[in-house]
């Protein structure tokens, strides 16, 4: 197994900042078009739980575009062979002192690399 094949890695990074850059500007196209169309994708975040794309996508049209800047920090990215890869980071909330952790699986598809998994949390 190859780990962080330099090019993979650097795919999936741009991938995982386009997804930050679209998530603190509320772009919800490009949150949607991140995620997995799929019924198996799954997102947990601080206050629900989302099962499958049509849930996750109900959920970005629905969330309020106030107060998503943040900070990342401590963003670690790996890449397993060509098509699989997990990114991990904290983050922190402009104007609060609390920290939050996100995780997201990764799975280079026809259409690109999505997010088939994810998960936020608060400490």
Known sequence: MDVNIPDVLAEVTAAFMRYEEALTSNDVAV????????????RYGVTENLYGYDQIKA???GRSPAG????IFNTVITTYGPNF??????FRRTGSTKTGRQSQ???RLPEG?????AHVSLL
Request: proline share 3%.
């Open 113 to 117: 690399w999505r997010v088939v998994s």
């Open 31 to 42: 949150l949607d078009e991140l995620f997995c169309n799929s019924p198996h994708t799954v």
């Open 85 to 90: 890869a997990v990114a991990n980071t904290e």
């Open 105 to 107: 699986t990764w799975l």
């Open 68 to 71: 998503l800047e943040r900070e």
């Open 59 to 61: 959920f970005r049209a």
